[in-house]
């Protein structure tokens, strides 16, 4: 995961959950999700493998296009509703992990698998932890955009009038919120409050020169032309261009500077209704099957280095992913840096930018 995630160095054979936890799971028969995107890190793939090895549990879908401080929001409002509303398990940027804990949302649960989690991408105690990561990127439809930007700068030129937008509402969307700390990075700004407020700065330029669009960008209104230009993570953005099969043809492009990783944890409702089927969800995630789903998915998951280093990943999987080089500059944020930056993002975005991403 580069130097920027220390690893440990043992590896750890994955055992199977316990028949008891197994049972308990069972015996609930539901585990309710939400803001799983099927095309995001092949999650899609990943719920069906979840299902077929555990068929007694229904997985409960909830509003799969959800930000990540909507994740937050439903739990707290149905803390008292053990009803199909109250979400089990949550899929949250980096800096709503420790958020959540300090509000007392999530319940600690250590996989196991622990020990292969970067110490620097999980709570101590078990209450968040990493899953995977992927760094930013531009997904671009060529049928419109003739010449490919390269970088951040090159989106306030004229040619890209109207045509470029972020894959979330940046008040609310951790995709969107580290869009814009990539963008201020470029620029030169250290990462955390002085990289938020340099990219509210290039967003508020981008609006401005008429470049920018208020939309939440995806494949679909990427290939209808709304949105030519998406800010996006790598895995969403490679998803797409598969979804896509060349109508229109896309290019995906890692910018030359300001490439930012961004980490997204896990955790488990302290309000769960259904407790174990979240574990024993956790379990498979975090399982070599689980990981290497979201590998499928163009997401390096947090295992990623002892996985291969024990000769667990595929080398196809491997030569899926964009050229190594374009990683090697990626630079992965302190959680102080992100909650800094996302203070300065959610806090600046309406005076600074002024437009109303939906």
């Known amino acids: 995961m580069t130097t920027a995630l220390v690893m440990a160095s043992s590896a750890v054979a994955y055992a199977e959950p316990s028949a ?65 509303q109250a979400p089990d398990v949550v899929d949250v940027g980096l800096a709503f992990g420790p958020q959540m804990k300090a509000e007392g949302l999530l319940q600690p649960y250590k996989v196991s698998t622990w020990d292969e989690i970067p110490d620097n991408v999980k709570d101590a105690e078990g209450y968040w932890y990493g899953d995977y990561y992927g760094v930013m990127s531009l997904l671009v439809n060529k049928d419109l955009v003739t010449n ?17 937008a972020l894959a979330g509402d940046p008040r609310a969307s951790n995709q969107a919120i580290l869009g814009v700390l990539a963008a201020g990075m470029a ?44 800010v996006m993570w790598d895995y969403n953005a490679l998803a797409a261009k598969d979804t896509l099969a060349g109508n229109p043809p896309v290019e995906v492009v890692v910018p030359t500077s300001g490439v930012l990783a961004g980490v997204y944890v896990q955790g488990i409702s302290a309000y769960a209704p259904h407790p174990n089927a979240a574990k024993l ?16 998915g163009y997401c390096h998951p947090a295992r990623f280095n002892a996985m291969v280093k024990a000769g667990k990943v595929p080398q196809d999987l491997l030569d899926a992913l964009p050229p190594a080089e374009s990683y090697e500059k990626a630079y992965f944020p302190t959680l102080e840096e992100v909650d800094a930056n996302k203070a300065a993002v959610t806090a600046g975005w309406d005076s600074v930018v002024g437009a109303n991403v939906q």
């Open 281 to 296: 969800w956790m379990e498979y995630l975090y399982s070599d099957e689980g990981q290497l789903g979201w590998l499928k």
């Open 187 to 230: 620029s030169g700004a250290a990462a955390g409050k002085d990289a938020g407020d340099a990219g509210l700065k290039y967003f508020g330029e981008l609006n401005k020169a008429g470049n920018f669009v208020p939309v939440i960008g995806k494949s679909g209104t990427l290939a209808q032309g709304a949105t030519p230009i998406v």
């Open 20 to 84: 008891e936890l197994i049972e308990a799971a069972k015996k609930e028969g539901m585990l309710t999700t939400i803001a799983l995107p099927h095309d995001w890190c092949g999650y899609g793939a990943v719920i069906d493998g979840f299902k077929k090895k555990y068929p007694e549990i229904t997985v409960n879908e909830l509003n799969p296009d959800a930000g990540s401080a909507d994740e937050v929001e439903a739990i707290k409002a149905n803390k008292d509703n053990k009803g199909p």
């Open 148 to 164: 490919t930007p390269a970088d951040w700068s090159d989106l306030l030129k004229p040619e890209y009038a109207g045509q470029v």
